[in-house]
């Protein structure tokens, strides 16, 4: 699949109180290996009533190209807003923000239910006017690949809950983008299904290598599968911790090493909590 690197810059100008962002393309890349460039980088929602509701304060993180960052940390700590401000569908508030071109895949597969597996995952190439036989083709060859094959004409009621979210992760895939964000995508599943697709993840991104930005608040599916963990604590969201995982490929939630990695990151979690607190 062709993929057009494209690194873009958003850097908040005016941080007296606008919200509109910079969208630079050509200044200050990040540097070639990186995907993902955060600099402190804050947002703030605004509350019915006019209060501000700062989600994120000052975040600085970084993604090596071809990596998997997961970002842990509990509900309502900023973690969604993350991934919509890496996939420009927010602006920061503040800080500079570069990143290749992300694709988002939200915490709810949203299947269309009257579209096919098969017509679901390749609506993207749809909407951007490939025609249905070529968009088909392309679809085709990923449910091949990644363990689908067979169930293209099934509606998404057909389909199980780890099959739902397979399609939406080839639908992802198919958007093209080097930079794939997936929020919670397992997050609905019961734990076998749970483990199962993050194997079939771990193997699916040996076939099909993207830059990964995968939100969860499991530490240790965040272990399993990242290159890098970073732990954010709420009230507003901040990194409090970022581990290293430099452990072989696949990995069990029983090796000793992705244990001591979970015992720290939920002792920086606690600590998090007890800062915040709660
Ligand atoms: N559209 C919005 N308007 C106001 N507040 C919001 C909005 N979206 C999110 N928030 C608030 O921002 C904070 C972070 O939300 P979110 O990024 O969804 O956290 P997470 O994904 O970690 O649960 C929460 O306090 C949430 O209530
Ligand atoms: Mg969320």
């Known amino acids: ?19 509109q962002a910079a969208l630079t393309n050509a200044v200050g890349h990040a540097p070639a290996e990186q995907a993902v460039v955060l600099d ?13 509701v700062h989600a994120l304060a000052d ?10 960052l997961a ?23 503040a800080g500079i923000l570069r990143c290749e071109p992300a694709v988002l895949m939200p915490q709810r597969d949203l299947l269309m239910p009257w579209l096919c597996a098969l017509d679901n995952a390749a609506l993207a190439l749809r ?9 088909r083709e392309r679809g085709a060859a990923l449910f091949d690949e990644l363990g689908l094959g067979g169930f293209e004409r099934a509606r998404p009621h057909e389909l199980s809950g780890g099959m739902r979210q397979r399609v939406a992760f080839v639908r992802t895939l198919l958007s093209g983008k080097p930079l794939l964000c997936l929020d ?13 697709m993050q194997e079939w993840l771990t193997g ?4 099909e290598p993207r830059t990964v930005v995968l939100v969860t608040h499991d530490v240790e599916e965040a272990i399993v599968l990242a290159d890098r963990v970073a732990v954010l604590a709420p009230r507003p969201g901040h990194v409090i911790a970022e581990l290293s995982v430099d452990l072989p490929r696949p990995r069990t939630r029983t090796n000793p090493a992705v244990i001591a990695l979970r015992e720290q990151a939920l002792r920086a979690l606690n600590l998090g909590a007890t800062e915040d607190g709660r």
């Open 127 to 135: 909407i951007a006017g490939l025609p249905r036989a070529r968009a």
């Open 204 to 207: 699916a991104l040996v076939r």
């Open 1 to 19: 699949m062709p993929i057009q690197l494209k690194p873009r810059e958003r850097r908040q100008q005016d941080t007296s109180g606008g919200s």
């Open 59 to 68: 975040v600085s993180l970084r993604t090596a190209r071809g990596s998997v």
């Open 40 to 52: 402190g980088v804050s947002h703030a929602y605004t509350d019915r009533r006019g209060a501000p």
């Open 71 to 93: 970002v842990v940390g509990p509900s309502g700590c900023g973690k969604t807003t993350l991934l919509e401000l890496i996939c420009a569908l927010q602006q920061p508030d």
């Open 184 to 196: 919670e995508p397992f997050g609905a599943l019961d734990a076998i299904t749970r483990q199962e």
